[in-house]
C-alpha cells in the first residue's frame, strides 16, 4: 500500500494449522498496513471474537475441526458485520467457491498461490473489491 | 336280305334247297327282316322282328306296316313306298319304329323292291336293326364330349384368370401348354421348342446360376418327383429379374415313366423384397442393439474409471491441500530468512530450498487439478496452455519414470475451451503410456509440444519407446484394449483420452512407427484468448446497495470483459444490474439488459429479475445471459 496508514487494518486468522498461523503471523508483522489480531483454531468461536477484537478481514481455513466454516459464515453475515472475510484454503473446488461467496465471503484465495497473493487481495478486498485469485477463477470457469 | 313268297311249290329240288337254306338265313338273322305288299301289308316276318317288335308273325302278317310306325312318322311310309315304286332302294333310313307294347325304339332300315321273274313290282322286303342302343352310346359320348368341352373351357378360364403361371411340359421339358400369366411372368410367349425347363433365360438358386438342364426341374423331370415352393431369381429374355417360386408334379406314362410334367410358378418378388427389407431391419436393429450394448458398457467401463479416477482425485487433492498448507510456512520462512543477514554460500542455499519449494508447490497445484469437478460447468473459458503447462508439468514429469526425460517446447497464445483437470487427466494418460513403454531404457524420452497451426491447436505428446504394431495402433482407443497386464491397466486410459478431447470438439491420431516410438497428436479449435476486463464488450452499471453483493457483480461483470461505470453513459451501457427499488431499477432504458435483484419479472422485454439476494450461480448465469445474448447468442450455448 502507497497510501499513509493512518489506522493498521486489523486481521484475524482461522486455521488450525499451526505453522500456516506462524508463517501469515510472521509475515503479516513485517506489513505497514497490516496488524495481526489472533487466531483460531477452529470457526466455532468466531463469533465472539468478532465481537471482541473488531477485525477488519478475516483469513478463513475451510479443512478444520468443528463446526463447518462456511456455515458459520452464513449465520454471522448481515449487514450490521464489518469484517470482510476471505476464504484462504488448499480446496479450491467450483462447489466450496459457490458455497463461500453465497455465505458472504469477500474472496476466495488458493493457499498455493502464494503470500504476495493473499496480502495483495487483502488489500483489494479492504478497499471494497471482491476478489478470487487466479487459480480460484479458472477452476469456477473450468 | 330274302323274300318268302308262299305258294311256290313247284320250284326244282336244288333250287328249292337253296330257298331252304335262304330262308333258314332269314329267320335266324338278328335283324328284322320283313316283306311287305305294295299297299303295305305284311307279307312276312323272321324271328329277329318278332325279337324287336314284340310281336308274334300271326299277330303282324297280313297287318299294314304303319302298325309299327308311331302316328307322328306315318307319314315316312308313303314316302318310303313311293321311292320303292320308282325303283329305288332306301338305304340305313335311320328312323324310329314302334313296338308291341308302345316303346319307341331307334332303327336303322334297309328296304329294297321285290320283283316277279317277269321283273314286276310285287312289294318290299324291309330290314330292320335296332340301334337304340347304339343309339343311346353315341348320344351319351356327343354328350360327353360337350361336357369334356365345357369342362375344358372352364379350366382355361380359370387357368387364364389364375394369378400364378402354369404350363405343362412334355419329359424333355419342352412348352406343350401355357397360361396367360406364364407368359406374363416369362416376358414372352415362347414358340413351342424354344422353352425348355422353366422359361426363364437363366435361373439362380441360393445366388447360384444353374443351367435349366442341370437344374431341380429337369431332376423332377428325370425321376418323377414332385417339387414343391422352390425359389429362384430367375432373368428375363429382356435382363429383368424377378423372384419366382416353382412347384410341380411330374405326370407318368403307362409304364409308369415321367412323361412331363404341370408346373405352377408365381412372382414373389415383392414378399422376397419384404423379406429382404425385414432381415435388413433385424440386422440393423440386432446392429443397433449390439452397439447400444458396446455404449452401454463403455459407459459403464468408464464410470468406473471416473469413479476411479474421482476417488484417485480425492486422493490427490487431499495431498495437494495438505503440500499447500505446509508450503506456506515453509515459504514465509524462506523469505524471512532471506532477508536475514545471510552469507552468499547461504543465500545460495536458501535459494535452492525456494526452487524446490516452488516444484513442491506446482505438484501440489498439479494433484489438486487432478480432481474432476463434479460440477463441470457446460461453459468453458478459453485456457492458456502455456499458463495451464506451467502447472501441470510437474503433475506429468510424476507420471514418467526416473530414467525417462521429459522435454517440452510450449508455444506461448495457444487457446483451447477444454477444462484444466481434463486436459491434465489426458496428457498424464499419455504421459503414463510413454512411461510404461520407456520402463528400463536410460534413453527414454517424452516430448511435450503445444503450437498453433491453422486455425488448430496441436497439444502432442512423443515417445522414443517401441512404438505399437498396425493391429496395436488401430484398436488402442477401443475399450478394454491394453498390452499391459490386467493388474497395472484397465485398458480404458485411452478411451478416456479420447472422450475427453472429444468433449472439447478436439480429435486424437496417433502416429507410431516399430522401434522408433509413438506420436498422440490431440488438435483442438483455437479459441480466442479468455476475456479480460474492458476488451471492448462495453459498459456496465451496478445499482446494488449492498456493498459485498456490488463487489461480486462488479468482478463478475469484468471478468466478462465490462467496463463497470457508477453511473449509466447514456447508449454505451450494455447492462446495468440495480436493486429492484433503486433509481436505475426506474428508468429501465437506462441499458440494453437490464438484471434486477427483485423478485419478480418485469414486463419489459430485456429485463430480468433474479432474486432479492440471489446465490452466486443465479448471479453468473443471469449475467453470461445479459452480456452475450445479443451478440454471441452462439457462443452462449457451448
Partial sequence: MTEAPAKKHRVLCVDDNPHVVEALRSRLSRQQDLTWVGCLP???????????????????????????????????????????????????????????????????????????????SMRRVLHGEFVLSSEVRSILDA | MGESAPGMD???????????????????????????????????????????????????????????????????????????????????????????????????????????????????????????????????????EGALAASEARLLTILSLLPVGVYACDREGRVTFFNARAAELWGHEPSGLDVRFCGFCKVRIDGKEVEPERGPIARALREGAPLRDLEVVAERHDGTQIHASISLDVRLDEAGRPAGAIVVFQDISVQAAARQALRDQHRALEEAVAARTRELEESHQRLRLSERLASLGTLSVGIGHDMANLLVPVRVSLEALAASNLSAAGLAEVERIRVSAQYLQQLANGLRMMALDPERSTWVDALDLSQWWGDARAIVKNALPRCVTLEASVAEGCHVRISRPGLTQAVFNLAQNAGEALKGRADGKVRVEIKCQGGQVWVVIEDNGPGM????????????????????????????????????????????????????????????????????????????????????????????????????????????VADADSEMAKRRDVARRVVLLAEKNGEASGVEAIGANPKIELVRQALRRAVFVDAEAGEVGR
Avoid at chain 1, 471474537?49 to 458459520?72: A, Q
Avoid at chain 2, 498396425?470 to 491397466?489: G, L, N, Q, Y
Avoid at chain 2, 479420447?498 to 483455437?526: D, N, Q
Wanted: proline residues 4%; charged residues 30%.
Fill in chain 1, 42 to 120: 477452529d470457526a466455532d468461536g468466531l463469533a465472539e471474537m468478532l465481537e471482541r477484537e473488531s477485525p477488519d478481514v478475516v483469513l478463513l481455513d475451510l479443512d478444520m475441526p468443528g463446526r463447518d466454516p462456511l456455515e458459520v459464515l452464513s449465520e454471522l453475515s448481515s449487514e450490521a458485520m464489518t469484517a470482510r472475510v476471505i476464504v484462504f484454503s488448499g480446496h479450491v473446488r467450483k462447489d466450496l467457491i459457490n458455497r463461500a461467496i453465497n455465505a458472504g465471503a469477500w474472496g476466495y484465495i488458493s493457499k498455493g498461490e502464494g503470500e504476495e497473493v493473499l496480502l495483495e
Fill in chain 2, 10 to 144: 313247284s320250284t326244282p329240288a336244288p333250287l328249292s334247297d337253296a330257298r331252304g337254306l335262304l330262308a333258314a338265313i332269314v329267320e335266324s338273322s338278328d335283324d328284322a327282316i320283313v316283306s311287305k305288299t305294295l299297299d303295305g301289308l305284311i307279307t312276312s316276318w323272321n324271328r329277329g322282328a318278332q325279337r324287336i317288335f314284340g310281336y308274334a308273325p300271326d299277330e303282324i302278317i297280313g297287318r299294314p306296316v304303319t302298325t309299327l310306325i308311331p302316328p307322328e312318322r306315318v307319314h315316312e311310309e308313303a314316302d318310303i313306298l313311293q321311292r320303292l315304286r320308282r325303283g329305288e332302294r332306301i338305304e340305313h333310313y335311320e328312323t324310329v319304329r314302334m313296338t308291341k307294347d308302345g316303346r319307341l325304339i331307334n332303327v336303322s332300315l334297309t328296304v329294297s323292291p321285290v320283283r316277279d321273274a317277269s321283273g314286276r313290282l310285287i312289294g318290299a322286303s324291309k330290314v330292320a336293326r335296332d340301334i337304340t342302343a347304339q343309339k343311346r352310346a353315341s348320344e351319351a359320348l356327343r354328350r360327353s
Fill in chain 2, 469 to 576: 504394431t498396425e493391429d496395436v495402433r488401430a484398436h488402442c482407443m477401443e475399450p478394454f484394449f491394453t498390452t499391459k497386464t490386467r493388474a497395472i491397466s484397465t485398458g480404458l486410459g485411452l478411451v478416456l483420452v479420447s472422450g475427453l478431447v472429444r468433449e472439447a470438439s478436439g480429435t486424437v491420431e496417433i502416429r507410431s512407427k516399430l522401434g522408433k516410438g509413438t506420436t498422440f497428436i490431440l488438435r483442438f479449435p483455437a479459441a480466442s484468448p479468455a476475456r479480460t476486463e474492458d476488451d471492448g464488450r462495453g459498459t456496465a452499471v451496478v445499482d446494488v446497495r449492498d456493498a459485498r453483493m456490488r463487489s461480486v457483480i462488479t468482478a463478475e461483470l469484468r471478468h466478462l470483459g465490462l467496463r463497470v461505470e457508477s453511473t449509466p453513459t447514456a447508449a454505451q451501457t450494455a447492462v446495468a
